[in-house]
């Protein structure tokens, strides 16, 4: 997620352009403390930042499950059976099925498990408004949707939980 500041502020070094912030947004996460790569950003917080935020909060009030010792182990264990089964089948094709096997296993387990994230700031406002009694459109210019999309049909419809 990129922002690009419409405001100047005269402590900052005149703006770049959008372009330019989405070309350093998408460069190896920056250590604790460094100096943003881009000057309008100093101060300010991230995606990554506010997910991390939000599933310590999660996991702090205990809406989250946290994975038990023994979970984990277990689940090292899967994935080693899986490399090693692949590893010791015939074929290039039947071992990328074995492996794809364990990854939808995973998949589905992870699926599973209650999560917490930033995109659900998202989505339950755009449930809740329509059932205030908000019409649709005024809902979508709040969510930044086009009325007429379709992850907005799938967000106020519950179909993404």
Known sequence: MVRCARRRRPAHPPARSCAASTATAT????????????????GGITTDTVNDIIKAAARAAD???????????AAAQTKQEAVAAADAAPTAEEANV???TWRTAKRAARAAVRRITGHRFRRRPIQAM?????PPEVVAVY??????SSAFDAHRNNQIA
Do not use: F, Q
Request: no cysteine; proline share 24%; aromatic share 0%.
């Open 130 to 134: 329509p059932a205030a009694g908000n």
């Open 27 to 42: 460069s190896a996460p920056r250590p604790p403390g460094a100096t943003p790569r881009d000057p309008n950003r100093r």
């Open 143 to 148: 969510s930044r949707h086009s009325p007429r």
């Open 63 to 73: 809406l989250t499950p946290t994975p038990t010792p023994e979970e984990l182990t």
């Open 98 to 100: 074995i492996v794809k």
